[in-house]
């Protein structure tokens, strides 16, 4: 009964209608995780439209932000409806804390903003995000969401990181998945591609003279070229990473890492995960690489849950 008239709503010119009625009860507390699921999964593909739409969306830190989003992408649809509650949530909780004590954040492949409005809005005044996004078309949205948010804090740049300045091909997937284009052409199936600029870290951070805090890794493939470009600077700052570890490239990842002070930590729902060596798996791919004495912040009480806003303690990742 109910999808007969959802249905009678659509012919009628309503699903902008449905939706917004339907997204603060999802985006929001009031109903059950069950039952915020099930309207989800009722009515979210079904109200898709052609435009794009600018949702305010609540941060974990309690301040909203506003971003252009196309909902006939999966990744904007998940943020539009949920926020930052079910994508990567855990990585999301861990950046939250991280970007409080950080000053100086380096995010390579930032894709629309979903982590450098995070951690722009996480940062304490002084902080600064540098944010490189390399897809030409990604980075005019992730322009305009840092734009819609008057995010002084955030240094943008259309360009790749890697272990040579110049240039390079991007590769796009044909399956239309914007997250996924790689400077590997080996990474997904690809018949269509664009040349690109590269920037090597090391000669960045130098020429803006950056005290590098933290890291956030999102390459498609890229990592061991992205931290081979850090050069002096990774052994200088030995800053903290964040960074997804696929199946095809753990090897490499382990053997540029290896005889380096950092400890290595999967990251789950669950907490902080040391390893002894990074094993990357569909299902648990994200790693978080320190060598400080503390690692992670946490809200006394929460059990690591910074949803909850309070005063943070630097705390060993154990206790997470």
């Not at 040579?164 to 239309?176: H, I, K, Q, R």
């Not at 990592?223 to 990774?234: F, I, K, S």
Request: with cysteine; charged share 25%; hydrophobic share 40%.
């Amino acid at each position: 009964m109910l999808r007969r008239v959802a249905r009678g709503a659509y012919a009628l010119g309503f699903r902008r209608t449905v939706r917004s009625i339907v997204r603060p009860a999802v985006h929001g507390d009031v109903l059950s995780l069950k039952n915020r699921q099930r309207l989800y999964n009722f009515f979210a593909d079904d109200t898709i439209t052609d435009d794009t739409v600018v949702a305010t969306i609540r941060m974990p830190t309690g301040v909203t932000v506003r971003a252009r989003l196309d909902l006939a992408d999966e990744f904007c649809r998940t943020w539009y409806y949920w926020g930052y509650e079910r994508y990567e949530p855990a990585v999301v909780r861990l950046l939250t804390a991280l970007a409080r004590e950080r000053r100086a954040i380096l995010e390579a492949g930032a894709n629309i903003g979903y982590y450098t409005l995070l951690m722009a809005t996480a940062q304490a005044e002084g902080g600064v995000v540098h944010s490189f996004e390399p897809r030409p078309d990604v980075f005019l949205r992730l322009s305009e969401n840092v734009n819609l948010n008057a995010l002084a804090s955030v240094q943008l740049n259309d360009a790749a990181v890697s272990d040579v300045a110049g240039s390079a091909t991007l590769y796009l997937p044909d399956s239309g998945n914007r997250e996924m284009a790689s400077l590997d052409r080996a990474f997904a199936p690809s018949t269509c591609s664009v040349d690109v600029r590269t920037i090597r870290l090391e000669e960045y951070c130098r020429a803006n003279r950056l005290a590098i805090d933290l890291i956030k890794l999102d390459v498609e493939g890229s990592e061991v070229r992205a931290l081979d470009g850090l050069g002096e600077v990774l052994r200088e700052r030995w800053p903290d990473i964040v960074c997804e570890v696929l199946p095809q490239y753990e090897a490499a990842l382990n053997a540029m890492l290896a005889g380096t002070p950092y400890r290595k930590f999967l990251i789950t729902d669950a907490g902080l995960e040391e390893r002894a060596e990074m094993v990357g798996s569909l299902d648990a791919r994200d790693y978080y690489l320190t060598v400080s004495g503390f690692q992670g912040c946490r809200v006394p009480g929460s059990q690591g849950d910074v949803m909850n806003s309070g005063t943070l303690e630097l705390c060993n990742p154990e206790t997470l």
